[in-house]
DNA sequence: AAATAAAAATACATATGTGTCAGTTTTTGC
DNA sequence: GCAAAAACTGACACATATGTATTTTTATTT
Protein backbone atom coordinates (compact mmCIF):
# COMPACT_ATOMS: atom_id res chain seq x y z
CA UNK A 1 0.00 0.00 0.00
CA UNK A 2 1.33 3.34 -1.42
CA UNK A 3 2.02 6.58 0.70
CA UNK A 4 -0.30 8.45 -0.45
CA UNK A 5 -3.17 5.40 0.45
CA UNK A 6 -1.61 5.75 3.90
CA UNK A 7 -2.76 9.42 4.32
CA UNK A 8 -5.49 8.66 2.49
CA UNK A 9 -6.91 6.36 5.07
CA UNK A 10 -5.32 8.85 7.50
CA UNK A 11 -8.08 11.35 6.39
CA UNK A 12 -10.91 9.06 6.13
CA UNK A 13 -10.48 7.92 9.90
CA UNK A 14 -9.89 11.49 11.11
CA UNK A 15 -13.24 12.69 9.13
CA UNK A 16 -14.87 9.87 10.15
CA UNK A 17 -14.30 10.56 13.60
CA UNK A 18 -16.05 13.55 13.50
CA UNK A 19 -19.35 12.32 12.23
CA UNK A 20 -19.17 9.47 14.75
CA UNK A 21 -18.98 11.97 17.33
CA UNK A 22 -22.11 14.47 15.75
CA UNK A 23 -24.32 11.34 14.89
CA UNK A 24 -23.12 8.39 17.41
CA UNK A 25 -22.78 4.99 16.07
CA UNK A 26 -25.67 3.16 15.10
CA UNK A 27 -26.92 6.00 12.79
CA UNK A 28 -23.28 6.52 10.64
CA UNK A 29 -23.66 4.78 7.32
CA UNK A 30 -20.97 4.55 4.69
CA UNK A 31 -23.03 7.45 2.80
CA UNK A 32 -22.71 10.26 5.57
CA UNK A 33 -18.71 9.11 5.82
CA UNK A 34 -18.44 9.55 2.17
CA UNK A 35 -20.09 12.40 2.00
CA UNK A 36 -18.08 14.09 4.63
CA UNK A 37 -14.48 12.82 3.04
CA UNK A 38 -15.86 14.05 -0.54
CA UNK A 39 -15.30 10.39 -2.49
CA UNK A 40 -17.67 8.22 -3.74
CA UNK A 41 -19.49 5.43 -1.81
CA UNK A 42 -17.09 2.79 -3.98
CA UNK A 43 -13.93 4.41 -3.00
CA UNK A 44 -14.48 4.18 0.77
CA UNK A 45 -14.83 0.47 0.02
CA UNK A 46 -11.67 0.10 -1.62
CA UNK A 47 -10.14 0.90 2.13
CA UNK A 48 -12.77 0.02 4.33
CA UNK A 49 -15.62 -2.49 4.64
CA UNK A 50 -17.86 -1.59 7.10
CA UNK A 51 -18.79 1.16 9.52
CA UNK A 52 -17.78 -0.87 12.15
CA UNK A 53 -14.14 -1.32 11.22
CA UNK A 54 -13.76 2.67 10.36
CA UNK A 55 -15.31 2.54 14.50
CA UNK A 56 -12.59 0.45 15.40
CA UNK A 57 -9.76 2.36 13.91
CA UNK A 58 -11.21 5.89 15.10
CA UNK A 59 -11.28 4.17 18.84
CA UNK A 60 -7.08 3.11 18.21
CA UNK A 61 -6.48 6.66 17.32
CA UNK A 62 -8.13 8.36 20.29
CA UNK A 63 -6.30 5.66 22.57
CA UNK A 64 -2.86 6.79 21.05
CA UNK A 65 -4.08 10.46 21.36
CA UNK A 66 -4.66 9.73 25.06
CA UNK A 67 -1.95 8.21 25.69
CA UNK A 68 0.40 11.60 23.96
CA UNK A 69 -1.83 13.80 26.52
CA UNK A 70 -0.88 11.71 29.83
CA UNK A 71 2.85 11.36 29.01
CA UNK A 72 3.09 15.05 28.26
CA UNK A 73 1.55 16.27 31.31
CA UNK A 74 3.13 13.71 33.93
CA UNK A 75 6.23 15.07 35.25
CA UNK A 76 8.52 12.43 36.20
CA UNK A 77 8.31 12.94 40.16
CA UNK A 78 4.42 13.37 40.20
CA UNK A 79 2.89 12.00 43.30
CA UNK A 80 0.91 8.96 43.00
CA UNK A 81 -2.12 12.08 44.35
CA UNK A 82 -1.03 14.42 41.23
CA UNK A 83 -1.34 11.33 38.51
CA UNK A 84 -4.87 9.96 40.20
CA UNK A 85 -6.12 13.52 40.07
CA UNK A 86 -4.78 14.59 36.24
CA UNK A 87 -6.97 11.49 35.60
CA UNK A 88 -9.27 11.83 37.31
CA UNK A 89 -9.48 15.83 35.96
CA UNK A 90 -8.79 14.30 32.51
CA UNK A 91 -12.41 12.44 32.90
CA UNK A 92 -14.36 15.20 33.94
CA UNK A 93 -13.12 17.44 30.94
CA UNK A 94 -14.22 14.62 28.70
CA UNK A 95 -17.55 13.97 30.82
CA UNK A 96 -18.20 17.81 30.38
CA UNK A 97 -18.11 18.06 27.24
CA UNK A 98 -21.10 18.74 25.31
CA UNK A 99 -19.48 17.81 21.81
CA UNK A 100 -16.02 16.97 20.17
CA UNK A 101 -16.50 13.53 22.30
CA UNK A 102 -17.12 9.76 20.99
CA UNK A 103 -18.76 8.86 24.41
CA UNK A 104 -22.27 8.13 23.16
CA UNK A 105 -20.70 6.50 19.98
CA UNK A 106 -18.62 4.21 21.95
CA UNK A 107 -22.09 3.53 24.39
CA UNK A 108 -23.76 3.10 21.04
CA UNK A 109 -21.26 0.54 19.91
CA UNK A 110 -21.08 -1.29 22.84
CA UNK A 111 -24.48 -2.62 22.07
CA UNK A 112 -24.67 -2.76 18.40
CA UNK A 113 -21.78 -5.00 18.15
CA UNK A 114 -21.83 -8.78 19.00
CA UNK A 115 -19.62 -9.53 21.66
CA UNK A 116 -16.81 -11.59 19.79
CA UNK A 117 -13.47 -9.35 19.21
CA UNK A 118 -15.59 -5.90 18.87
CA UNK A 119 -16.20 -5.01 21.75
CA UNK A 120 -13.12 -6.81 23.39
CA UNK A 121 -11.05 -3.87 22.23
CA UNK A 122 -13.22 -1.53 24.69
CA UNK A 123 -12.93 -4.56 27.29
CA UNK A 124 -9.01 -4.73 27.19
CA UNK A 125 -9.35 -0.80 27.59
CA UNK A 126 -11.49 -0.71 30.96
CA UNK A 127 -9.02 -3.68 32.26
CA UNK A 128 -6.21 -2.08 31.60
CA UNK A 129 -7.14 1.10 32.57
CA UNK A 130 -8.59 -0.29 36.23
CA UNK A 131 -4.89 -2.19 36.22
CA UNK A 132 -3.36 0.99 36.02
CA UNK A 133 -5.49 2.70 38.74
CA UNK A 134 -4.95 -0.15 40.63
CA UNK A 135 -1.27 0.13 40.68
CA UNK A 136 -1.19 3.47 41.21
CA UNK A 137 -2.79 3.26 44.55
CA UNK A 138 0.00 0.32 45.35
CA UNK A 139 2.37 2.80 44.72
CA UNK A 140 0.64 5.34 47.00
CA UNK A 141 -0.04 3.52 49.71
CA UNK A 142 3.39 2.31 49.49
CA UNK A 143 4.95 5.80 49.61
CA UNK A 144 2.67 6.81 52.35
CA UNK A 145 0.08 9.00 50.35
CA UNK A 146 -2.58 6.71 50.44
CA UNK A 147 -5.02 4.64 53.11
CA UNK A 148 -6.54 2.01 51.82
CA UNK A 149 -6.35 -2.11 52.20
CA UNK A 150 -7.86 -2.91 48.84
CA UNK A 151 -6.34 -2.00 45.68
CA UNK A 152 -8.28 -3.37 42.51
CA UNK A 153 -11.98 -3.14 44.74
CA UNK A 154 -10.77 0.70 45.31
CA UNK A 155 -10.00 0.93 41.26
CA UNK A 156 -13.12 -1.09 40.13
CA UNK A 157 -15.01 1.54 42.38
CA UNK A 158 -13.58 4.44 40.74
CA UNK A 159 -14.09 3.05 37.03
CA UNK A 160 -17.48 1.89 38.36
CA UNK A 161 -18.45 5.88 39.19
CA UNK A 162 -17.08 6.97 36.22
CA UNK A 163 -18.94 4.63 34.00
CA UNK A 164 -22.19 6.00 36.09
CA UNK A 165 -21.37 9.56 35.70
CA UNK A 166 -20.40 8.91 32.00
CA UNK A 167 -23.43 7.54 31.06
CA UNK A 168 -25.72 10.26 33.10
CA UNK A 169 -23.78 12.96 31.38
CA UNK A 170 -25.06 11.02 28.29
CA UNK A 171 -28.77 10.51 29.52
CA UNK A 172 -29.62 13.36 31.72
CA UNK A 173 -26.59 15.74 32.09
CA UNK A 174 -24.08 15.94 35.26
CA UNK A 175 -22.78 19.39 36.33
CA UNK A 176 -19.04 19.99 37.26
CA UNK A 177 -19.92 20.45 41.08
CA UNK A 178 -21.30 17.09 41.17
CA UNK A 179 -17.94 15.64 39.10
CA UNK A 180 -16.41 17.25 41.48
CA UNK A 181 -17.98 15.53 44.38
CA UNK A 182 -17.16 12.27 43.33
CA UNK A 183 -13.76 13.65 42.66
CA UNK A 184 -13.44 14.44 46.43
CA UNK A 185 -15.25 11.33 47.37
CA UNK A 186 -12.86 9.45 45.41
CA UNK A 187 -9.93 11.35 47.11
CA UNK A 188 -11.66 11.25 50.57
CA UNK A 189 -11.93 7.21 50.37
CA UNK A 190 -7.90 6.84 49.86
CA UNK A 191 -7.39 9.42 52.86
CA UNK A 192 -7.10 12.61 50.95
CA UNK A 193 -9.12 15.94 51.83
CA UNK A 194 -8.98 18.19 49.07
CA UNK A 195 -8.97 21.58 50.02
CA UNK B 1 -62.04 1.54 23.43
CA UNK B 2 -63.61 -1.89 24.27
CA UNK B 3 -62.55 -4.05 27.70
CA UNK B 4 -61.01 -6.62 24.38
CA UNK B 5 -59.10 -4.04 22.92
CA UNK B 6 -57.81 -2.68 26.69
CA UNK B 7 -56.82 -6.65 27.21
CA UNK B 8 -55.18 -6.88 23.76
CA UNK B 9 -53.17 -3.99 23.81
CA UNK B 10 -52.06 -5.52 27.62
CA UNK B 11 -51.18 -8.85 25.72
CA UNK B 12 -49.43 -6.84 23.03
CA UNK B 13 -46.97 -4.94 25.51
CA UNK B 14 -46.43 -8.23 27.75
CA UNK B 15 -45.41 -10.25 24.16
CA UNK B 16 -43.18 -7.23 23.49
CA UNK B 17 -41.37 -7.06 26.25
CA UNK B 18 -40.12 -10.48 25.90
CA UNK B 19 -38.86 -9.34 22.44
CA UNK B 20 -37.17 -6.74 23.90
CA UNK B 21 -35.67 -8.92 26.71
CA UNK B 22 -34.18 -10.88 23.61
CA UNK B 23 -32.82 -8.35 21.30
CA UNK B 24 -32.68 -5.07 23.02
CA UNK B 25 -34.29 -2.30 21.70
CA UNK B 26 -32.46 -0.98 18.23
CA UNK B 27 -33.10 -3.65 16.19
CA UNK B 28 -36.95 -4.73 17.51
CA UNK B 29 -39.29 -3.77 14.68
CA UNK B 30 -42.71 -3.99 14.15
CA UNK B 31 -42.64 -7.42 12.52
CA UNK B 32 -40.55 -9.11 15.10
CA UNK B 33 -43.30 -7.76 17.36
CA UNK B 34 -46.40 -8.38 15.07
CA UNK B 35 -44.96 -12.39 14.84
CA UNK B 36 -44.55 -13.27 18.13
CA UNK B 37 -47.94 -11.67 18.73
CA UNK B 38 -49.43 -13.66 16.04
CA UNK B 39 -51.00 -10.71 14.44
CA UNK B 40 -50.62 -8.81 11.03
CA UNK B 41 -49.05 -5.38 11.09
CA UNK B 42 -51.93 -3.56 9.82
CA UNK B 43 -53.59 -5.04 13.12
CA UNK B 44 -50.70 -3.60 15.33
CA UNK B 45 -50.75 -0.31 13.78
CA UNK B 46 -54.26 -0.02 15.32
CA UNK B 47 -52.78 0.19 18.35
CA UNK B 48 -49.17 1.20 18.63
CA UNK B 49 -47.49 3.16 16.01
CA UNK B 50 -44.34 2.64 16.77
CA UNK B 51 -41.58 0.30 18.65
CA UNK B 52 -40.85 3.41 20.62
CA UNK B 53 -44.01 3.79 22.16
CA UNK B 54 -44.56 0.04 22.59
CA UNK B 55 -40.95 0.73 24.31
CA UNK B 56 -42.50 3.08 26.48
CA UNK B 57 -45.49 1.60 27.47
CA UNK B 58 -43.17 -2.02 28.52
CA UNK B 59 -41.64 0.31 30.53
CA UNK B 60 -44.20 1.70 32.71
CA UNK B 61 -45.09 -1.93 32.69
CA UNK B 62 -41.99 -2.47 34.66
CA UNK B 63 -42.30 0.38 36.49
CA UNK B 64 -45.35 -0.95 37.98
CA UNK B 65 -43.94 -4.26 38.93
CA UNK B 66 -41.52 -3.38 40.45
CA UNK B 67 -43.37 -1.09 42.88
CA UNK B 68 -45.05 -3.83 43.71
CA UNK B 69 -41.98 -6.23 44.57
CA UNK B 70 -41.06 -3.58 46.58
CA UNK B 71 -44.43 -3.13 48.65
CA UNK B 72 -44.82 -5.91 48.79
CA UNK B 73 -41.81 -6.88 50.57
CA UNK B 74 -40.58 -4.54 52.80
CA UNK B 75 -42.45 -4.70 56.51
CA UNK B 76 -44.23 -1.44 58.42
CA UNK B 77 -40.96 -1.29 60.84
CA UNK B 78 -37.83 -2.44 58.52
CA UNK B 79 -34.97 -0.42 59.18
CA UNK B 80 -33.54 2.47 56.60
CA UNK B 81 -30.27 -0.07 56.53
CA UNK B 82 -33.00 -3.35 55.68
CA UNK B 83 -34.61 -1.28 53.19
CA UNK B 84 -31.75 0.13 51.53
CA UNK B 85 -29.94 -3.34 51.88
CA UNK B 86 -33.06 -4.80 50.01
CA UNK B 87 -33.17 -2.42 47.30
CA UNK B 88 -29.50 -2.46 46.61
CA UNK B 89 -29.87 -6.92 46.23
CA UNK B 90 -32.68 -6.14 44.19
CA UNK B 91 -30.38 -3.91 41.84
CA UNK B 92 -27.65 -6.67 42.41
CA UNK B 93 -30.30 -9.36 41.38
CA UNK B 94 -31.05 -7.73 38.20
CA UNK B 95 -27.58 -6.94 37.66
CA UNK B 96 -26.71 -10.39 37.50
CA UNK B 97 -29.51 -11.92 35.12
CA UNK B 98 -27.97 -12.79 32.00
CA UNK B 99 -31.88 -13.22 30.91
CA UNK B 100 -34.87 -11.44 31.45
CA UNK B 101 -34.29 -8.31 31.66
CA UNK B 102 -34.51 -5.22 30.03
CA UNK B 103 -31.32 -3.41 31.18
CA UNK B 104 -29.84 -3.73 27.38
CA UNK B 105 -33.14 -2.55 25.93
CA UNK B 106 -33.18 0.69 28.32
CA UNK B 107 -29.23 1.57 27.37
CA UNK B 108 -30.17 1.24 23.79
CA UNK B 109 -32.99 3.29 24.00
CA UNK B 110 -31.48 5.84 25.82
CA UNK B 111 -28.83 6.14 22.96
CA UNK B 112 -31.33 5.77 19.94
CA UNK B 113 -34.17 8.19 20.74
CA UNK B 114 -33.67 12.03 20.34
CA UNK B 115 -33.59 13.86 23.63
CA UNK B 116 -37.70 14.95 24.36
CA UNK B 117 -40.24 13.65 25.98
CA UNK B 118 -38.96 10.33 25.57
CA UNK B 119 -35.68 9.86 27.22
CA UNK B 120 -37.32 12.07 30.16
CA UNK B 121 -39.15 9.16 31.18
CA UNK B 122 -35.85 7.40 31.96
CA UNK B 123 -34.41 10.57 33.78
CA UNK B 124 -37.76 11.02 35.63
CA UNK B 125 -37.14 7.32 37.05
CA UNK B 126 -33.69 8.63 37.86
CA UNK B 127 -34.23 11.55 39.96
CA UNK B 128 -37.24 9.74 41.69
CA UNK B 129 -34.88 6.65 42.38
CA UNK B 130 -32.26 9.14 44.21
CA UNK B 131 -34.78 11.53 45.53
CA UNK B 132 -35.77 7.99 47.33
CA UNK B 133 -32.39 7.16 48.73
CA UNK B 134 -31.68 10.32 49.81
CA UNK B 135 -35.17 10.64 51.99
CA UNK B 136 -34.17 6.56 53.17
CA UNK B 137 -30.36 8.01 54.43
CA UNK B 138 -32.05 11.04 56.33
CA UNK B 139 -34.08 8.77 57.89
CA UNK B 140 -31.47 6.42 58.91
CA UNK B 141 -29.08 9.21 60.23
CA UNK B 142 -32.14 11.38 62.14
CA UNK B 143 -32.44 7.75 63.63
CA UNK B 144 -29.13 7.06 64.43
CA UNK B 145 -28.31 4.27 61.84
CA UNK B 146 -26.22 5.81 59.52
CA UNK B 147 -23.05 8.45 59.37
CA UNK B 148 -23.33 10.75 56.78
CA UNK B 149 -23.06 14.67 56.53
CA UNK B 150 -24.48 14.60 52.63
CA UNK B 151 -27.84 12.89 51.76
CA UNK B 152 -28.02 14.02 48.20
CA UNK B 153 -24.11 13.42 47.40
CA UNK B 154 -24.76 9.99 48.81
CA UNK B 155 -27.64 9.30 47.29
CA UNK B 156 -26.47 10.21 44.00
CA UNK B 157 -22.96 8.13 44.43
CA UNK B 158 -24.80 5.14 45.14
CA UNK B 159 -26.65 5.61 41.59
CA UNK B 160 -23.44 6.53 39.69
CA UNK B 161 -21.75 3.29 40.96
CA UNK B 162 -25.44 0.93 40.02
CA UNK B 163 -25.74 2.66 36.95
CA UNK B 164 -21.29 1.65 36.66
CA UNK B 165 -22.10 -2.21 37.46
CA UNK B 166 -25.16 -2.17 35.24
CA UNK B 167 -23.37 -0.73 31.92
CA UNK B 168 -20.18 -2.90 33.52
CA UNK B 169 -22.59 -6.00 33.50
CA UNK B 170 -23.77 -5.76 29.88
CA UNK B 171 -20.55 -5.11 28.32
CA UNK B 172 -17.83 -6.78 30.12
CA UNK B 173 -19.45 -8.87 32.67
CA UNK B 174 -19.11 -8.55 36.27
CA UNK B 175 -19.70 -11.45 39.35
CA UNK B 176 -21.52 -11.78 42.24
CA UNK B 177 -18.42 -10.61 44.63
CA UNK B 178 -17.47 -7.58 42.43
CA UNK B 179 -21.25 -6.18 42.83
CA UNK B 180 -20.97 -6.86 46.90
CA UNK B 181 -17.69 -5.84 47.22
CA UNK B 182 -19.53 -2.19 45.88
CA UNK B 183 -22.71 -3.16 48.12
CA UNK B 184 -20.54 -3.26 51.33
CA UNK B 185 -18.25 -0.07 50.08
CA UNK B 186 -21.64 1.64 50.43
CA UNK B 187 -23.33 0.36 53.14
CA UNK B 188 -19.74 1.23 54.87
CA UNK B 189 -19.63 5.08 54.10
CA UNK B 190 -23.07 5.30 55.90
CA UNK B 191 -21.28 3.50 58.86
CA UNK B 192 -22.53 0.24 58.36
CA UNK B 193 -20.14 -2.57 58.32
CA UNK B 194 -21.75 -5.80 56.73
CA UNK B 195 -20.83 -9.19 58.26
C1' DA C 1 2.13 10.82 -26.21
C1' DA C 2 0.42 6.16 -26.17
C1' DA C 3 -0.24 2.12 -23.40
C1' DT C 4 -1.04 0.42 -19.16
C1' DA C 5 -2.18 0.35 -14.37
C1' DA C 6 -4.38 2.27 -10.39
C1' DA C 7 -7.99 4.84 -8.28
C1' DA C 8 -12.44 6.53 -8.05
C1' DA C 9 -17.30 7.30 -9.46
C1' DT C 10 -21.61 5.71 -10.95
C1' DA C 11 -25.16 2.49 -11.59
C1' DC C 12 -27.24 -1.77 -10.32
C1' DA C 13 -29.10 -5.63 -7.71
C1' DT C 14 -30.48 -6.95 -3.26
C1' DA C 15 -32.33 -6.56 1.21
C1' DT C 16 -35.05 -4.70 4.88
C1' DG C 17 -38.03 -1.65 7.12
C1' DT C 18 -42.05 1.63 7.28
C1' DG C 19 -46.80 3.24 6.89
C1' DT C 20 -51.16 2.92 4.43
C1' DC C 21 -55.24 1.23 2.34
C1' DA C 22 -58.60 -1.57 -0.13
C1' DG C 23 -60.68 -5.55 0.80
C1' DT C 24 -62.06 -9.32 4.10
C1' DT C 25 -63.46 -11.35 8.34
C1' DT C 26 -65.35 -11.10 12.86
C1' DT C 27 -68.18 -9.07 16.34
C1' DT C 28 -72.12 -6.68 18.01
C1' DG C 29 -76.78 -5.07 18.55
C1' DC C 30 -81.32 -5.51 17.19
C1' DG D 1 -80.04 -14.35 11.54
C1' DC D 2 -78.80 -10.17 9.50
C1' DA D 3 -77.07 -5.52 8.85
C1' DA D 4 -73.79 -2.22 10.55
C1' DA D 5 -69.65 -1.46 12.85
C1' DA D 6 -65.31 -2.82 14.35
C1' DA D 7 -61.22 -5.39 13.91
C1' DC D 8 -57.97 -7.31 11.06
C1' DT D 9 -55.14 -8.75 6.91
C1' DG D 10 -51.86 -8.75 3.10
C1' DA D 11 -50.05 -6.33 -0.51
C1' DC D 12 -48.38 -2.03 -2.25
C1' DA D 13 -45.67 2.16 -2.57
C1' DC D 14 -41.93 4.29 -0.67
C1' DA D 15 -37.55 4.96 1.51
C1' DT D 16 -32.90 3.79 2.80
C1' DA D 17 -28.83 1.01 3.30
C1' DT D 18 -25.58 -2.42 1.61
C1' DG D 19 -22.11 -4.53 -1.47
C1' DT D 20 -20.63 -5.23 -6.15
C1' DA D 21 -19.72 -4.60 -11.05
C1' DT D 22 -19.00 -1.71 -14.70
C1' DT D 23 -17.42 2.50 -16.51
C1' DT D 24 -14.74 6.62 -16.23
C1' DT D 25 -10.99 9.33 -14.68
C1' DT D 26 -6.38 9.96 -13.17
C1' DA D 27 -1.65 8.61 -12.73
C1' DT D 28 2.42 6.08 -14.21
C1' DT D 29 5.62 4.06 -17.30
C1' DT D 30 8.12 3.62 -21.38
Do not use: H, W
Not at 145 to 156: N, V
Amino acid sequence: MSDKSEQKKKYIIETAREVFMEKGFKTVTMKDIVERCNISRGGLYLYYESTSQIFLEVLKLESQEADDVFSGNISEDATAAEILLFFLNEQKKELLRKSNTLTKAIYEFYFAEERPKKTNVIKRQFDEGVKIVENLIRVGVENGEFICDDYKGTARNIFYVLEGLKITAQTMGVTASMVDAEIAYIMQNLGIELS
